[in-house]
């Protein structure tokens, strides 16, 4: 029904080709790579936007902090994605901080040579203007998620997504407590253990360090209910 979602873009641009990031050093310049241990910031909120960033390797969340202390996950960034394009708009300051949520490697593109690119190099500016598109349209589906689906079926949606679910039977997600989760969803951490209690006593679920999802979890609250296809609820690949 809301096709990808802001938490599982990694794979829903499977079918792009890949970002030659040497061949984009080589023409423009202004590439620096970077090598970021787990727990790291990339860039943190309210910094100063000036270039844009390629995740190459890992995965990352974006968090957005409030002046009263609260904090929130507004994202989770899979390898294969540019971020930061704030730096391209009238926006100075960053709007959420990028942490890693493994070991990663990111490449820094200067502002000065992502424009560059954009103007001399039409495929390269078909690609970039592809992938911001699509980060659009997730950030849309997921706003719609928030408005209409209730926290059962949103943690749902999320676990599906973070698993990685396609034709496997099971998936795994590492590095996520309840905590996290209840910030994505958007409830309290109480409820969070309450359905993830519920989903592990019905078979849909198993976690201990780790989560184990199961795609019955997908049939449980979506193929009955709503009628929409897997894809559509771990994130489509369309």
Same mark, same amino acid.
């Given at each position: 029904m809301h096709g990808s979602n802001l938490?599982? @873009? +990694?794979?829903a641009l499977a079918s792009e080709p890949p970002f030659q990031s040497q061949a984009f050093a080589d023409l423009y310049g202004?590439?620096?790579?970077?090598? /970021?241990?787990s727990g790291n910031a990339i860039y943190r909120q309210e910094e100063h936007a000036d270039c844009l960033y390629y995740l190459e390797q890992g995965r990352l969340v974006l968090k957005v902090g409030s002046p009263h202390g609260k904090d929130a996950i507004i994202g989770v960034l899979d390898a294969g994605l540019f971020f +930061?394009?704030?730096c391209l708009t009238s926006k100075t300051l960053r709007p959420s901080s990028a942490i890693c949520l493994t070991d990663s490697i990111a490449l820094r593109i200067e502002?000065?040579? @992502?424009v560059r690119a954009i103007r001399q190099d039409t495929t390269f500016g078909m690609l970039y203007l592809r992938r911001v598109i699509s980060h659009g349209d997730a950030l849309k589906a997921s706003l719609i998620s928030q408005l209409t689906d209730g926290s059962e079926q949103? @943690?749902?949606?999320?676990?599906?997504? @973070?698993? +990685?679910?396609r034709d496997q039977a099971t998936g795994t997600i590492e590095g996520f407590d309840q905590e996290a989760l209840a910030q994505m969803v958007g409830t309290t951490r109480s409820r969070i253990n309450y359905? /993830?209690?519920r989903f592990r006593?019905?078979?849909?679920?198993?976690?201990?360090?780790k989560i184990v999802v199961h795609r019955s979890l997908w049939q449980a609250i979506f193929g009955q209910d709503r009628g929409e296809t897997f894809a559509n609820a771990a994130g489509s690949d369309q």
């Open positions: 938490f599982s @873009l +990694g794979k202004g590439v620096t790579r970077y090598r /970021m241990a +930061g394009e704030e502002k000065a040579s @992502l949103r @943690l749902a949606r999320i676990l599906l997504q @973070l698993a +990685g679910l359905f /993830m209690n006593e019905l078979g849909h679920i198993d976690y201990g360090g």
